[in-house]
Structure formats: structure tokens, C-alpha cells
């Protein structure tokens, strides 16, 4: 596996490949890899020849300084993962090399996908988030970018993003893996304590729940039921919301239409974020 500190070797790496035809997956990620991330991989390996895999603590996605200081980093542990899932090779760049000196930020003009939700309540997040992946997809300029579906608005706003840049890529969410109690795999799982990480399959469990039952009951009085059963067991809830799984526009009521049920709540400080697809009765 080939590790590339500069955009200037990667760049190099990425012209022989093109030479060869040989096409490229990428799995951006920010490190502290769990098995998640490395389904990433394993599916880019199952499309593509070669896959890249970037890690990168991105600062301009934090808008909290505390959430950026305490995010975990282990890359030994990280490639040690990545090379026994065949990456071929792994970006590790540092600041300067993805933000230079004279670097000016664009505005993404994502509209209404960064307003709500995670938007909401991170504010910047999103724009953060379209700047390191548009310096990446530049660099790296993959064939295909894989990106979780457990960040469901995070691949709505990156899809949006790649239509804006018009990026000639291919663009794959893969389902998100949990733990088996239900809980969501994410780097920040490592910072729960153990009461907090037993607590913490909480979450899916009352997505389970709403799901299950929202064809047959009053959606706001099921959501309103679930948030404030969290909100007794010890967390503090941003949001629990029924949306479009088209545009994440809020609906009050399933009518049937596809659907996802997004949550984000924390315990103390750690925030956990999650969610559910509903598929329309049509698909059924
Ligand atoms: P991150 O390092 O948290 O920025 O995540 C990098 C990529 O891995 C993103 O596309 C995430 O959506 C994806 N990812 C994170 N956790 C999971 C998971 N539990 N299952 C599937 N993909 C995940």
C-alpha cells in the first residue's frame, strides 16, 4: 500500500494510473477507521482496481473547537486496517497541503440542504465539509467516491456539490454498518464511557421503533413519544425528524413517500448522529 503526503505525488500516482487505464474508487474519510469506514473500501475494491483512501481531520467542518481537539487519531492502527482491506494506497495530507497559502474558500451554493438539520445546528458545517471534498476530488479525481449513508445529508449535499463542480464521478452510499446492538459505527463512539456506550444503541432502537409503527399512528406522536423517553434516559436531543429521503424537507406525516428518519442527540458532550430510510409504499 503506497502512502502519498502531497498532492504533487499523488498527482504523479494518478497520471501513470490514468496512462494504464487503470480507474480509481476513493473513500475520503477523517481517520480513527472502524470497520464502517473499511466497507468502504471493500466495496470500492469490488468496482474498481484501485482505491484510494484519503484521511484527513478536515478543520473548517468543525464548528465546535472542542468537537476538533478531542477527535480521535490513530493512523498507525488506521493503515494497518486499510492495507488488510487492499487499499492500494492512502492520502494523508496536512493542512497546508489541502488548504495552500493564498487558498480562498468558495461558497457552495447548496441553498436549503444546509439550513436544516445537521445544518442547523452546525452551522458552516456543510460549506466545511464541500471544501475539503472539492480539494479532494481535484486532487485525487477519482472515477468513484463512496461515501457513507449514515451521514444522509452529507451525501445530498456532496451530490449537490459534484452536480454544481459538475465532477465527472460516480458517486455510491453504501449502508451503514453497526455494532450488534444496533449502534451506528462512528469514531466518536470511542470517546462514550462505558455507561454511555451502553445507553447509546438507544438511538437506533427508537428510529427501529418510529418505523415500525408509523404507518399505523400519528408520526408527531410517535416522534414526540421517542424523543422524550432519550431525553429521560440522559440525552440531549438536537433533533428527531421525519423528512423527504429526496430533499430532506420535514414531513409532519409518512404519506408513503420515501422517507428517512434522522436523529442527532448527545450524551454529555459526545454527539451521535443516525438515521433510518423508509421506502415509499410503492416500492414495497
Ligand atoms: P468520517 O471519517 O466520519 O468522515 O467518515 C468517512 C466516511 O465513512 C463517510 O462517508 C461516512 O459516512 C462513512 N461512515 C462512517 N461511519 C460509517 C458506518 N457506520 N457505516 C458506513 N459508513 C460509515
Given at each position: 500500500m503506497k502512502i502519498f503526503k502531497t498532492a504533487e505525488a499523488l498527482h504523479t500516482e494518478r497520471i501513470k494510473l490514468s496512462n494504464r487505464h487503470i480507474s480509481v474508487g476513493f473513500v475520503p474519510t477523517m481517520g480513527a477507521l472502524h470497520n464502517g469506514h473499511i466497507t468502504l473500501v471493500q466495496q470500492a475494491k469490488t468496482s474498481k482496481p484501485y482505491v484510494i483512501t484519503s484521511i484527513f481531520v478536515n478543520p473548517?467542518?468543525?464548528?465546535?473547537a472542542q468537537d476538533f481537539e478531542l477527535y480521535p487519531i490513530s493512523v498507525e492502527d488506521d493503515l494497518n486496517q486499510l492495507e488488510a482491506a487492499g487499499c492500494d494506497a492512502v492520502f494523508l495530507p496536512s493542512v497546508e497541503e489541502i488548504y495552500p497559502p493564498g487558498y480562498v474558500a468558495p461558497v457552495y451554493p447548496?441553498?436549503?440542504?444546509?439550513?436544516?438539520l445537521e445544518g442547523a445546528y452546525r452551522p458552516g458545517h456543510f460549506q466545511g465539509v464541500c471544501q475539503v471534498v472539492d480539494r479532494l476530488l481535484q486532487i485525487v479525481q477519482p472515477n468513484e467516491m463512496l461515501l457513507g449513508r449514515k451521514d444522509f445529508q452529507q451525501c445530498k449535499v456532496l451530490e449537490k456539490m459534484v452536480e454544481l463542480k459538475q465532477y465527472p464521478v460516480q458517486l455510491t452510499f453504501v449502508p451503514t454498518l453497526r455494532e450488534t446492538d444496533g449502534l451506528a459505527m462512528s469514531?466518536?463512539?470511542?470517546?462514550?464511557?462505558p455507561e454511555q456506550r451502553r445507553l447509546a444503541p438507544q438511538l437506533y432502537q427508537s428510529l427501529i421503533l418510529i418505523k415500525e409503527n408509523i404507518d399505523t399512528n400519528d408520526t408527531r406522536y410517535i416522534i414526540t413519544n421517542e424523543i422524550n423517553k432519550l431525553e429521560q434516559s440522559g440525552f440531549k436531543v438536537d433533533y428527531l425528524q421525519l423528512a423527504s429521503?429526496?430533499?430532506?424537507q420535514p414531513l409532519q406525516?409518512?404519506?408513503?413517500?420515501?422517507a428517512v428518519l434522522l436523529v442527532a442527540a448527545y450524551l454529555d458532550k459526545i454527539r451521535l448522529i443516525d438515521n433510518i430510510e423508509i421506502a415509499a409504499k410503492s416500492a414495497r
Open positions: 473548517t467542518q468543525f464548528n465546535n447548496i441553498g436549503y440542504l444546509e439550513t436544516v469514531s466518536r463512539n470511542r470517546r462514550l464511557t429521503a429526496n430533499d430532506l406525516q409518512w404519506n408513503g413517500e420515501n
